[in-house]
């Protein structure tokens, strides 16, 4: 039972992880720790474009199993 816990949990993880990438270019922690690194706020954002297409290429990315688009 435990181990199909975990295994929800790193589904679930690595799905909302793919969907945040999409109009994020880092996490939150790898943020703080650029603009600590670098001692300037580091742009967080990616560049606008069509962002529901974006998502669901990440989704579908994820799905097939593909870490990477072609």
Avoid: D, H
Wanted: with cysteine; proline share 4%.
């Amino acid at each position: 039972m435990f181990s199909s816990l975990v295994t929800y949990a790193m589904s679930f993880f690595a799905v909302k992880s793919e969907l945040r990438l999409t109009c994020f270019r880092y996490g939150p922690l790898e943020w703080i720790w650029r603009c600590c690194t670098f001692a300037q706020i580091q742009p967080l954002r990616k560049a606008s474009g069509n962002k529901s297409s974006l998502r669901a290429n990440a989704i579908a990315n994820t799905i097939s199993g593909s870490r990477f688009s072609p």
